[in-house]
């Protein structure tokens, strides 16, 4: 009996902690604290240094609760990252998330080793424990400080901190290895490994991720087996791979890579149910590695474990980002800035910092203290000055949440189509005749707890809610015509770009304003010539044609089908030109 009432009150403990945490989080939400710091330093209440007094040192279950908690967040990242996406960052992330954390780790490394007076080999195990980001602490602080950055920063960020993890940990096992039987690894060896480790994980990936995606398309499991499915299966790519010697942990992460790319149908709801999970991992995590921290062992490393935090900070980071990204001479020195200083750490550190302990190696106690400070630090210094980094560097765009609200649905079948649903606001474009694009389809109205049918509806009206179906990637292009009055202008901005032109400028014109390069023969064309040679299909409000950094968009449609006038969709660099030119001219029409 004392046994089931020991497994009753580990339950009930467990269930308190989580409610502690997330009511505790409300707070946080008000001084935009990062949330898994939260769930952090509870943990470290409840052990044994705390007012809980929880004794928990079992590292074997920890890393076991971590690896599994590791491969569900990695899954997780690939399903939400666009390849769209990765093909415009995929040079730089690449970049970042290979020889980035290789320079990340040895800086840091050896400025662990001169702090802490250890062997070489010992602080570079450090540097590569600390040397990856957290996908989960950057994406969160976005998330709550309401804040979008510039596309290619905000996308270089999300995709480096989720896939700079296998790296990490696979940097991280080498030199466990070594350090536990220095003779009988050497540099072939180690390169040998890195090459098996990253083929049969990446192949893996790519084999696993197409059988989920066949899976999730051709079974017909419903909205509430699909997501387990893809989590078991999941479960089961990271779990093959690392009994065939491969990374399981990049492998999760392809495989969510190719799941989110290939699947359409159902994908809103396994990626609703794979957010709640997700954050249950993360809770879980942080919680169990708050329960393994003792503060008292934390002190007597605690000014060196700060001089190293410091370092990553403001040398080790910054010199391996502005390594792999200056010579690119894609990004601005604000950009590189930013992204170097974003370098967030969070779970991953920590975990990885308890492989030494379990392999007993002599200084693996520091180790982990010194990952522990690392990651508090980070989390208080960096994550706290996200808001005022992106102002200052300017790479912050001008956006505040939005008031539309929207509600999707997927549609079982092959449809490719969506259900949504927007509450009609009063004075909503939609209601002074603005155009549905043609892609889109209005499936009824519901007015006074009433259904009805598009037709006998007739005109919507403010209060009614309009049910559309659309294709998924498109959705969020229907927000600027739902959008309440204070919001509607800001919408309208995010979708049609800064300016607009009528479809009867010449390309030549546009172009040598903005500074942009076009090719002779398409000089002497007008927009909305310049739109019907790139569509052979029927121009719908919205449709885009990128022209170097400027990208058009089709904002409004003649009677003869084609493109009346055009939105123009300007990246940092050339919005700011095009500013400064303005100003300028301004400043020369101002009587004197």
Same mark, same amino acid.
């Given at each position: 009996?004392?046994?089931?009432?020991?497994?009753?009150?580990?339950?009930?403990?467990?269930?308190?902690?989580?409610?502690?945490?997330?009511?505790?989080?409300?707070?946080?939400?008000?001084?935009?604290?990062?949330?898994?710091?939260?769930?952090?330093?509870?943990?470290?209440?409840?052990?044994?240094?705390?007012?809980?007094?929880?004794?928990?040192?079992?590292?074997?279950?920890?890393?076991?609760?971590?690896?599994?908690?590791?491969?569900?967040?990695?899954?997780?990242?690939?399903?939400?990252?666009?390849?769209?996406?990765?093909?415009?960052?995929?040079?730089?992330?690449?970049?970042?998330?290979?020889?980035?954390?290789?320079?990340?780790?040895?800086?840091?490394?050896?400025?662990?080793?001169?702090?802490?007076?250890?062997?070489?080999?010992?602080?570079?195990?450090?540097?590569?424990?600390?040397?990856?980001?957290?996908?989960?602490?950057?994406?969160?602080?976005?998330?709550?400080?309401?804040?979008?950055?510039?596309?290619?920063?905000?996308?270089?960020?999300?995709?480096?901190?989720?896939?700079?993890?296998?790296?990490?940990?696979?940097?991280?096992?080498?030199?466990?290895?070594?350090?536990?039987?220095?003779?009988?690894?050497?540099?072939?060896?180690?390169?040998?490994?890195?090459?098996?480790?990253?083929?049969?994980?990446?192949?893996?990936?790519?084999?696993?991720?197409?059988?989920?995606?066949?899976?999730?398309?051709?079974? &017909?499991?419903?909205?509430?087996?699909?997501?387990?499915?893809?989590?078991?299966?999941?479960?089961?790519?990271?779990?093959?791979?690392?009994?065939?010697?491969?990374?399981?942990?990049?492998?999760?992460?392809?495989?969510?890579?190719?799941?989110?790319?290939?699947?359409?149908?159902?994908?809103?709801?396994?990626?609703?149910?794979?957010?709640?999970?997700?954050?249950?991992?993360?809770?879980?995590?942080?919680?169990?590695?708050?329960?393994?921290?003792?503060?008292?062992?934390?002190?007597?490393?605690?000014?060196?474990?700060?001089?190293?935090?410091?370092?990553?900070?403001?040398?080790?980071?910054?010199?391996?980002?502005?390594?792999?990204?200056?010579?690119?001479?894609?990004?601005?020195?604000?950009?590189?800035?930013?992204?170097?200083?974003?370098?967030?750490?969070?779970?991953?550190?920590?975990?990885?910092?308890?492989?030494?302990?379990?392999?007993?190696?002599?200084?693996?106690?520091?180790?982990?203290?010194?990952?522990?400070?690392?990651?508090?630090?980070?989390?208080?210094? &960096?994550?706290?000055?996200?808001?005022?980094?992106?102002?200052?560097?300017?790479?912050?765009?001008?956006?505040?949440?939005?008031?539309?609200?929207?509600?999707?649905?997927?549609?079982?079948?092959?449809?490719?189509?969506?259900?949504?649903?927007?509450?009609?606001?009063?004075?909503?474009?939609?209601?002074?005749?603005?155009?549905?694009?043609?892609?889109?389809?209005?499936?009824?109205?519901?007015?006074?707890?009433?259904?009805?049918?598009?037709?006998?509806?007739?005109?919507?009206?403010?209060?009614?809610?309009?049910?559309?179906?659309?294709?998924?990637?498109?959705?969020?292009?229907?927000?600027?015509?739902?959008?309440?009055?204070?919001?509607?202008?800001?919408?309208?901005?995010?979708?049609?770009?800064?300016?607009?032109?009528?479809?009867?400028?010449?390309?030549?014109?546009?172009?040598?304003?903005?500074?942009?390069?076009?090719?002779?023969?398409?000089?002497?064309?007008?927009?909305?010539?310049?739109?019907?040679?790139?569509?052979?299909?029927?121009?719908?409000?919205?449709?885009?044609?990128?022209?170097?950094?400027?990208?058009?968009?089709?904002?409004?449609?003649?009677?003869?089908?084609?493109?009346?006038?055009?939105?123009?969709?300007?990246?940092?660099?050339?919005?700011?030109?095009?500013?400064?030119?303005?100003?300028?001219?301004?400043?020369?029409?101002?009587?004197?």
């Amino acid at each position: 009996m004392i046994a089931i009432e020991h497994v009753y009150w580990v339950f009930a403990a467990a269930a308190a902690l989580v409610l502690v945490g997330i009511a505790s989080s409300l707070v946080a939400r008000r001084f935009s604290a990062p949330l898994l710091l939260v769930f952090l330093v509870i943990g470290m209440l409840a052990g044994a240094d705390g007012p809980g007094g929880i004794a928990f040192d079992d590292y074997s279950s920890a890393y076991k609760l971590g690896s599994f908690a590791l491969a569900i967040i990695l899954f997780d990242g690939g399903l939400r990252t666009r390849m769209a996406t990765v093909r415009r960052v995929l040079a730089p992330t690449l970049l970042l998330a290979t020889l980035g954390v290789l320079l990340s780790a040895l800086l840091t490394g050896a400025a662990a080793a001169w702090l802490l007076d250890l062997e070489p080999a010992v602080g570079f195990l450090v540097g590569a424990v600390v040397a990856s980001t957290d996908a989960a602490a950057v994406l969160f602080l976005l998330r709550a400080g309401g804040l979008q950055l510039r596309e290619r920063v905000g996308a270089t960020l999300e995709i480096e901190s989720s896939a700079n993890d296998p790296a990490a940990i696979l940097l991280t096992m080498l030199l466990v290895d070594y350090l536990a039987a220095p003779h009988a690894l050497h540099a072939p060896g180690l390169l040998r490994e890195l090459v098996v480790q990253f083929g049969i994980g990446g192949a893996a990936g790519v084999l696993g991720g197409g059988a989920i995606a066949r899976g999730l398309s051709r079974l &017909q499991l419903g909205n509430a087996l699909a997501p387990l499915f893809a989590l078991a299966a999941a479960v089961l790519v990271f779990g093959v791979t690392g009994q065939l010697g491969g990374s399981g942990f990049l492998a999760v992460y392809v495989a969510g890579l190719v799941v989110g790319n290939r699947v359409t149908s159902g994908l809103t709801n396994l990626l609703g149910t794979l957010d709640a999970a997700t954050w249950l991992c993360q809770i879980a995590m942080f919680l169990v590695l708050g329960l393994l921290a003792s503060p008292h062992m934390l002190l007597p490393s605690l000014l060196p474990a700060l001089g190293v935090a410091a370092f990553l900070m403001f040398v080790g980071r910054p010199l391996a980002v502005v390594a792999c990204l200056a010579p690119l001479r894609r990004y601005g020195k604000r950009e590189i800035a930013f992204i170097a200083w974003i370098g967030l750490r969070g779970a991953v550190g920590i975990f990885l910092a308890s492989i030494p302990m379990l392999a007993q190696l002599p200084h693996a106690p520091l180790v982990f203290n010194v990952a522990f400070v690392v990651v508090l630090v980070s989390l208080l210094v &960096q994550g706290w000055t996200l808001g005022f980094a992106a102002r200052l560097f300017d790479v912050a765009l001008p956006h505040r949440e939005r008031a539309v609200r929207r509600v999707e649905l997927d549609l079982p079948g092959s449809l490719e189509r969506e259900l949504v649903g927007y509450p009609v606001a009063a004075e909503a474009r939609i209601l002074a005749a603005a155009p549905v694009p043609g892609w889109a389809q209005l499936t009824m109205v519901v007015r006074g707890g009433e259904i009805l049918t598009p037709e006998s509806a007739g005109a919507l009206a403010p209060g009614d809610y309009a049910y559309l179906l659309a294709p998924p990637g498109r959705v969020y292009r229907l927000d600027w015509l739902f959008a309440p009055p204070d919001e509607a202008r800001e919408a309208e901005r995010e979708l049609f770009g800064e300016f607009s032109f009528e479809a009867g400028v010449r390309l030549a014109d546009v172009a040598g304003f903005y500074g942009l390069p076009v090719r002779a023969k398409d000089a002497p064309l007008t927009l909305g010539e310049h739109f019907a040679r790139r569509f052979e299909h029927t121009i719908q409000v919205g449709d885009r044609v990128r022209l170097g950094a400027l990208t058009l968009v089709a904002r409004e449609l003649a009677d003869d089908g084609g493109v009346a006038r055009v939105g123009l969709k300007l990246g940092g660099a050339v919005a700011r030109r095009a500013w400064l030119v303005e100003r300028l001219a301004w400043l020369r029409r101002r009587p004197r």
